[in-house]
Structure formats: structure tokens, C-alpha cells
């Protein structure tokens, strides 16, 4: 596969950008056939793109670039569970996670159902107070060890999802004690379950908190019998697990088709189950599998996830955008940034294609937001009239989860004024006061904040970033920057302790020394 810089729609591209740079976005929504063409609904989320700035050449130049990048093979072979992660050479199947039985490929056949019943049947129990602790009491904590896709997925969907009606969720991600120590204050071993989740039951943070959580427990309960009621287990080291005290029966599978960052979908994603029911997960699982088929079904002109990654590539490598405000004006979605950082910037944060060759553009810009008018007053001053390029996602919801109606329609004109403030922007005589504007941005309105809604949201970004990796010609699915960190970390830790840091650069030997 060339690099799409080699290809004709490039060029094409290249020109059209620089005739459209002279063209404010209020002059293009003029077109209401251009703004028809750039509004679309998928699994019940509107998408608005018309304050792009996008016209229908460069649309039909960036629809052009996709075809020759061949993203509709890639897409089919995606969804067929070919081995499209080349360098670990694996398949990418976190969308078998959420297909109809008959749909799935036959290496994740049998295996999913098997595990989403599991993990059903499970979540009902302790939510019913069918499954207890040692001493017979219900629990009403849980306790969410992972770190990385082990974590901010489940915390993102629990955020947003979470009634009351089943056990409090406290996530702990960071090695840091004092993450570990504010989680379990004034928890109660008796009534507390722990949840850990590791792939490998290795990973250095989710290793040391959970062996920390499991002392907090054997010192309250000097039971090691009791730990098996109260400490599950998302793994595939089911060895590891049992070693560590769990049984075979409380450790729930992972399996190397399914990506950390991809995996909320699968067992990981079990403190959703526990917080908000198990039919709301099977709702998530419904809305991600209705923007799959509108990924699968739907032409690249009118494809929500495609249209996403279009607008990110006409941002990024041809208006000189660097980085995507993330602006949730919804607060049960104020840690959408956070899981978009990970899903974004571990996929596509890439400088080599396929091949190993150097990538000859760039590749994913940063991700950074804030949710509703909390940005407003904090980083909103930089968007309207600051030096940096950026585009922006608004994601709103039509009706509120709450009976503040007034506070809802605050919510929403909020949103629309910033994103009309970014594109119009105004002028004034004093230079202090004007707003330059035409800033890109595009709106989802959901119709309301609702598992389903929310599984379609996080489908449509998965997908989007599939798509930008298809047309930049990387690999999408590994992450082996992250690896040189977690090496370089082992030694440095011996000699904090005290070992010789002698063969180490002058700067970290002094830092060791004074740390020590």
C-alpha cells in the first residue's frame, strides 16, 4: 500500500486546501445542499459537520483518497478477522464482542457468549445480593484494579451509566499508594469485591495495587479462604490469577484478539455490569452493534465513523490543525477525553507505516478537552483567541437524564454559542475584543444519554480511528512506544532502592542520587 501522500487525491487535496483557506466557514454554510451533505445519522446520533471547512470538492477528493487506501478492503477484513494487526500478528476483533452470535468469526465463536452469559449471571448476582462475602453480607463496593484499556473504559461507562441501583465503583489505575489508599478508605473488607483486571496478571501498576489490595483484605479478614469470595479476576494468565488466590471459576477471559483500549466491550467491562445492570450492558453492546452495521452497510459519502476520519485528515494534514478539542457538554461524559486520549493517540501516535517505513505526514495530533461550561472558564479563552490551529468535537445531549430542564437549556445554548463563537467569530475595533473564528468543528447529538447511545459513540470513535490508520498506511493496533518506559523503569527502581546507578546518563544518575 503507498503512502497516501503518493496518491493523486493528495495532491487534489493540497490544492483545494490552500482555494479554501480564503473561504470563512459562515460564507459555506451558505449551501444547503453542501450542508445537507455533511449531516448524517447513525444509531441514533446526528452528526453535523457543516462547520468544517469542507466543500463538496474537497469531500468527494477526501472519499477519493479513501478508496485508493482501500479502506473498504480493510474494513471487510476487519470485520472478517483477518490478521490486520501485522505486527503482532493478530486479528482485531473487538467488534465480535458486541455481533449477533451468527455474526462472529469463527475464532471468537462459542467463547464471547459463553463469557457475556458468565459475566450476566454474575453481575445479577451480586447486584441482588444472591453472591455475598465470607460472612454473609451483600456487597455494596466494588473495587476496579487495571490501568490503561483495563481502565478507562469501565470508569468512562460507569460515569456515565451508573443509577445507584448496584454497588458503588472506586477505580484504582495509578501506582501511585495514595490512588490505592483513597480507594479503600472506609470500605469495608466484608461488603468490598475487588476487581482485577490483567491480561498478562503481570502488568507492573494493576501487579503491585493488587497485591497491596490483597494484604488490605487478609489483614482485616486473616482469611485466606475469604479472599476467593471477594476478589475476581480479568485474565488470561488464569495460573497467575489462581496463584495470586483466585479461582479458576471467578477469572473471566482475555483474549489477544481484543486490544486494552478496545476491551470495555468484553469481561473488563464487568463494573459496568455491576453498576448499572445487566441488560444496560447489553444495551451498550446493542448501540456499538447498530454503528457497526452503519459502518459496514452505509457509503463512504453518507458513513458517520468515515466522515469522522475524513474531517480529522483534512484538519490535521492539509489545514495545519495539531491537536482535537474533546467538549462533552454532558457531565456524566466529562471523562470522554480522557478514554479518547488512549483510544486516539496509543493507536494512530505512530511514525512508521506497515512496512517500516517512515511516514511520510503526520499522523494523529493531541487529543485534550474539558466538559461543558467548566471549559468555558478555563481553556475557551485560548480556543477563540489564541495562535494554535485545532479542530473541535461538541457532543451533546437532546434530553436530559436529570428534571433541571432550565439547567439543560443553559447546557445546550452553551454549546451551540461556542461552537457558532469558534466559527463566526466577530470583529471589533478594538483588537482586544475580536474574535477571528472560523474554527472547524463538528456536533453529535445524542438523543439522550443512554447505554445504547453511548455504545454507538464509543463504536463511532473506535471506528474513526480505524479509518485514519487505514489512510495514513500505520498500524493501529500495537503500542510498542509504551514498552520502552516499563523497561527503562525496572532498573531505575532497583537503584532507587539502593543499588549502583553508575551506568546510567548524568542527569537520571543525578536524579536517582537525590531522590535517594
Known sequence: MPSPEQQPAWNTLSRIATDLARTPVAELLADEARNRALRVHAAGLDLDFSKQRLNPE???????????QDLEGWRARLFAGEAINSTEGRPVLHTALRAREDERPELA?????????????????VRSGRARGWTGRAFTDVVHIGIGGSHL????????LADGSGPRCHFVANVDGEALTRALDGLNPETTLVVVVSKSFSTLETRVNALSARSWFLERSASLAALSRHFVAVSANVEAAGEFGIDAGSVYPMWDWVGGRFSLWSAVGLPIALAAGSAAF??????????DRHFLDAPLEANAPVLMALAGIWNFNFLGAGNLAVLPYAQRLRLLPDYLQQLEMESNGKRVQRDGQSVGVHTMGIVWGGEGTNGQHAFHQLLHQGTRSFSADFIVAARAGHGLEEHHRWLLANALAQSQAMMAGQTSDD??????????????????????????????????VFCQGVIWNINSFDQWGVELGKRLALPIHDQLGGASPL????STRHLIESLR
Open 58 to 68: 474537497a469531500l468527494d477528493a477526501l472519499v477519493a483518497l479513501a478508496r485508493a
Open 109 to 125: 465463536a462459542g467463547a464471547v457468549a459463553d463469557t457475556l452469559t458468565r459475566l450476566g449471571r454474575f453481575a445479577d448476582d
Open 153 to 160: 473504559g469501565p470508569e468512562l461507562a460507569v460515569e456515565a
Open 282 to 291: 447489553g444495551e451498550l453492546l446493542a448501540g456499538a452493534r447498530e454503528l
Open 431 to 464: 483588537p482586544h475584543r475580536a474574535v477571528p473564528g472560523d474554527k472547524p468543528s463538528t456536533t453529535i447529538v445524542l438523543a439522550s444519554l443512554t447505554p445504547h447511545s453511548l455504545g454507538a459513540l464509543l463504536a463511532l470513535y473506535e471506528h474513526k
Open 503 to 506: 551506568e546510567q546518563d548524568a
